[in-house]
């Protein structure tokens, strides 16, 4: 029996279709990537174009009514600090969700060096977070999740509205996104093209609608602050395909081999520029119309 495209069920299942063909290698643990990425990550996502993109967010969180001096936040996935902070000075309280004792650490610096009172570190991933018996639910005025693997299919996406007795925010990839730098290789190494990864925004976006919340949705194309060296770009190729493959010393000169293609001139720079999706809904019947 086909199933109707606007069924909850139908992108249930086309979500978790996706997210089974593209799990990490059994017995890899994603978290230790994240740790290792961490420096390069807080880096990254510190430049005056990253800045400038969270502080339009947050005016429209300010602007809509959603960022009160009173609200209660859940950051998911939330790294180094980028939005938990930037969030605690309009909020009342971030709850800051990371897992990565990297990122935490660096999280953890910041908001010392910053002197925010405010925010507590939770490190723990959203998969592990039982939100009845940590009291979580319906009890955050804003439950926000960007660009975060933790939002990984069906369930994480539900819990995030359960734990929301208001709003929800969530980014992310909006095609290929970042991961098509690594189709080329994947390919070399399983024979197979890379399968799409199940963080596109028209999963979560169209189960969301199925259910009958209506997110106000906005895309837009950008090109990531990226301008590495040839073992920094060996370095994070290295680290992503480390959780789907044992890193064996063939798998590194390949590696190092394709990075050479990509560095001509002694630096990576991609190429395509990508799509970014972020969506903000009421997760009470009839409420943020005017989102």
Same mark, same amino acid.
């Given at each position: 029996?086909?199933?109707?495209?606007?069924?909850? #069920?139908?992108?249930?299942?086309?979500?978790?279709?996706?997210?089974?063909?593209?799990?990490?290698?059994?017995?890899?643990?994603?978290?230790?990537?994240?740790?290792?990425?961490?420096?390069?990550?807080?880096? &990254?996502?510190?430049?005056?174009?990253?800045?400038?993109?969270?502080?339009?967010? *947050?005016?429209?969180?300010?602007?809509?009514?959603?960022?009160?001096?009173?609200?209660? !936040?859940?950051?998911?996935?939330?790294?180094?600090? $980028?939005?938990?902070?930037?969030?605690? &000075?309009?909020?009342?309280?971030?709850?800051?969700?990371?897992?990565?004792?990297?990122?935490?650490? *660096?999280?953890?610096?910041?908001?010392?060096?910053?002197?925010?009172?405010?925010?507590?570190?939770?490190?723990?991933?959203?998969?592990?977070?039982?939100?009845?018996?940590?009291?979580?639910?319906?009890?955050?005025?804003? !439950?926000?999740?960007?660009?975060?693997?933790?939002?990984?299919?069906? !369930?994480?996406?539900?819990?995030?509205?359960?734990?929301?007795?208001?709003?929800?925010?969530?980014?992310?990839? $909006?095609?290929?996104?970042?991961?098509?730098?690594?189709?080329?290789?994947?390919?070399?190494?399983?024979?197979?093209?890379?399968?799409?990864?199940?963080?596109?925004?028209?999963?979560?976006?169209?189960?969301?609608?199925?259910?009958?919340?209506?997110?106000?949705? /906005?895309?837009?194309?950008?090109?990531?602050?990226?301008?590495?060296? #040839?073992?920094?770009?060996?370095? /994070?190729?290295? $680290?992503?395909?480390?959780?789907?493959?044992?890193?064996?010393?063939?798998?590194?000169?390949?590696?190092?081999?394709?990075?050479?293609?990509?560095?001509?001139?002694?630096?990576? &720079?991609?190429?395509?520029?990508?799509?970014?999706?972020?969506?903000?809904?009421?997760?009470?019947?009839?409420?943020?119309?005017?989102?």
């Amino acid at each position: 029996m086909t199933l109707a495209i606007k069924e909850e #069920r139908f992108w249930n299942d086309a979500w978790q279709s996706a997210a089974s063909q593209s799990k990490a290698a059994k017995g890899k643990n994603p978290v230790k990537r994240w740790d290792k990425m961490a420096k390069d990550f807080a880096q &990254r996502t510190s430049g005056e174009k990253a800045s400038a993109r969270r502080e339009q967010t *947050i005016a429209l969180l300010l602007e809509k009514g959603i960022l009160t001096p009173e609200a209660r !936040v859940l950051d998911i996935g939330a790294g180094p600090g $980028s939005w938990a902070l930037p969030l605690s &000075r309009h909020c009342g309280h971030v709850t800051a969700l990371e897992p990565s004792t990297g990122m935490t650490q *660096i999280m953890g610096r910041r908001i010392k060096e910053e002197g925010v009172e405010n925010i507590t570190i939770d490190q723990r991933t959203w998969q592990e977070v039982d939100i009845s018996e940590s009291g979580w639910e319906k009890a955050f005025d804003l !439950v926000f999740a960007s660009m975060t693997p933790g939002i990984d299919g069906p !369930v994480s996406l539900k819990k995030m509205v359960a734990a929301s007795r208001g709003y929800c925010y969530m980014s992310a990839f $909006s095609g290929p996104g970042m991961h098509q730098q690594f189709a080329p290789l994947w390919e070399k190494f399983f024979g197979t093209p890379m399968p799409d990864k199940p963080n596109d925004i028209i999963y979560p976006f169209n189960l969301l609608y199925a259910m009958g919340f209506r997110p106000d949705l /906005h895309f837009s194309w950008w090109n990531r602050e990226i301008n590495w060296d #040839r073992d920094h770009t060996i370095r /994070h190729f290295t $680290s992503f395909f480390e959780t789907h493959m044992e890193i064996t010393e063939a798998a590194r000169a390949q590696i190092a081999d394709y990075v050479d293609t990509l560095c001509p001139a002694g630096e990576y &720079r991609p190429a395509k520029p990508v799509c970014r999706g972020a969506m903000i809904w009421s997760v009470n019947p009839g409420g943020g119309n005017d989102i």
